[in-house]
């Protein structure tokens, strides 16, 4: 019967005699050899006395174990592979039995009848888990007796409890005590602009005098004061005043008034052309062409990285706090309090990270770029420009993925001119400056998960 039997297994088998008419069925065991705790084995009960199958586990076990009187009944089972204690446990529990450890000794009993003093305090230390996250998940299997309580100094959690519920607390601790794989997240966030301008500007005037007629390009350079009393205005603004041209000047080589005064905005390259003696010597001209181009490129790369345990979320910013003085006064009291609230401009990263059975991870990832724009400021105080992305994703290990990009792109064309004269062909180029403007600004932003085994 057992010369198929696998090594290290055990099979019962209990069977009703064909002539069984008492009450209580006949009952055969037969042991093919000692098992050992945590080796599979197999059996097969059919009515057979529940202490009797206790003594056989008991013997195939090698355990020393008492049954206690107020045990009986019966029990039907067949079982294959499986665990000795995983077995026993079934049983106790079918029956609603437990059994208590002292020492050496193994005593069954049922657990109505289990008391205080029965109950065995164990202490289990935790490498990996955190005792307050894991206590929650030990109250579910304790028995309404038991008392556990976590020791935060040891991180261990002490348990008191029937010896059947502290095994089966071990078994699952083991499970959960366990190192967690770390991952470490790179962001790669890469800025790009790009621009371009030009403009093309003409400034020119003069000053004709005939007789006791005299023309120029406008009344620009004269400054007149008035006086009253101790008190002086200026009417007419000074040569070179901002009132009125304020990018190159408002005066020719020749010192006279532009009619047309369209330049180049902070030109870069102007060609001057003065004539003082037209028409004997009655006609001064002046002719200024100007010319701005300017071209740019930008790169910008930012490159923030964080390592976390699975399934716990980690932080990493790094930027400026920029101080901002407020004012602050209550309705009852004019008094006006000083204070002080912070702009914080900085790059940071956080996320979640969780790894799947298949080495992937799926991760809740946020990244955030502040800066501030000092060109901009608003009573001294610079404007922030902020990117940020924020995404739900699954990414292979290794793998690099783009999170997100943005790209703006900007284009303006823009002429000043003289109404009616621009549109002269060919003369009216003096009367009118075009200006051309191109911006192109481009986020991308890379995340790259490593699964760090080490």
């Not at 049922?110 to 202490?123: H, K």
């Not at 609230?341 to 991870?361: F, G, K, N, V």
Request: aromatic residues 4%.
């Amino acid at each position: 019967m057992f010369a198929n039997a696998p090594k290290l297994s055990i099979r019962f088998l209990i069977c009703v005699c064909a002539l069984a008419c008492s009450v209580h069925g006949t009952a055969n065991a037969e042991v093919a050899e000692t098992v050992k705790a945590g080796s599979p084995f197999s059996m097969e009960f059919r009515d057979a006395d529940i202490k009797d199958v206790l003594r056989a586990i008991g013997q195939a076990a090698n355990m020393n174990m008492i049954v206690s009187d107020t045990v009986s009944g019966q029990v039907s089972m067949s079982l294959k592979d499986v665990n000795i204690w995983d077995a026993l446990e079934a049983i106790l529990r079918t029956k609603g039995l437990t059994y208590i450890r002292e020492g050496k000794i193994v005593r069954i009993l049922a657990v109505s009848d289990a008391r205080d003093e029965d109950l065995e305090t164990r202490v289990f230390a935790l490498s990996y888990a955190n005792g307050k996250e894991t206590l929650p998940i030990i109250e579910k299997i304790k028995s309404e007796k038991a008392k556990v309580s976590v020791d935060n100094r040891t991180n261990s959690i002490v348990v008191k409890d029937l010896s059947l519920n502290i095994d089966r607390m071990e078994r699952l601790l083991k499970n959960i005590d366990i190192r967690v794989p770390q991952v470490l997240i790179e962001a790669k966030i890469v800025e790009v602009s790009i621009n371009y301008a030009r403009q093309l500007g003409v400034q020119w005037g003069g000053q004709y005098t005939g007789g006791n007629t005299t023309v120029s390009g406008g009344v620009t350079g004269v400054s007149s004061n008035t006086t009253s009393g101790s008190a002086s205005s200026s009417t007419i603004p000074a040569i070179g005043s901002s009132t009125f041209y304020p990018q190159t000047g408002d005066i020719g080589r020749t010192g006279n008034a532009f009619v047309v005064n369209l330049p180049a905005a902070a030109a870069t390259s102007a060609l001057g052309l003065s004539f003082t003696r037209l028409l004997g010597g009655k006609l001064a001209l002046d002719l200024q062409l100007s010319a701005m181009q300017t071209t740019g490129n930008g790169r910008i790369l930012s490159s923030p990285k964080v390592l976390t345990m699975n399934n716990k979320e980690a932080k990493i910013s790094s930027g400026t706090d920029i101080p901002i003085q407020i004012v602050s006064s209550t309705a009852v009291s004019s008094v006006n309090t000083l204070g002080v609230q912070i702009i914080s401009a900085t790059l940071s990263l956080s996320a979640i990270p969780t790894i799947t059975y298949d080495d992937r991870i799926v991760m809740v990832i946020k990244v955030e770029k502040a800066e501030p724009d000092f060109s901009r400021e608003v009573n001294g105080i610079p404007t922030i420009t902020k990117r940020n992305a924020e995404a739900q994703l699954i990414v292979n290990n290794g793998e690099t993925i783009v999170l997100g990009g943005i790209l703006v792109k900007n284009e303006a064309d823009s002429e000043s001119s003289v109404p009616l004269l621009s549109k002269i062909p060919i003369l009216g180029w003096l009367f009118k400056t075009k200006s051309k403007l191109e911006t192109q600004d481009e986020l991308m932003i890379f995340i790259t998960p490593n699964i760090v085994t080490d």
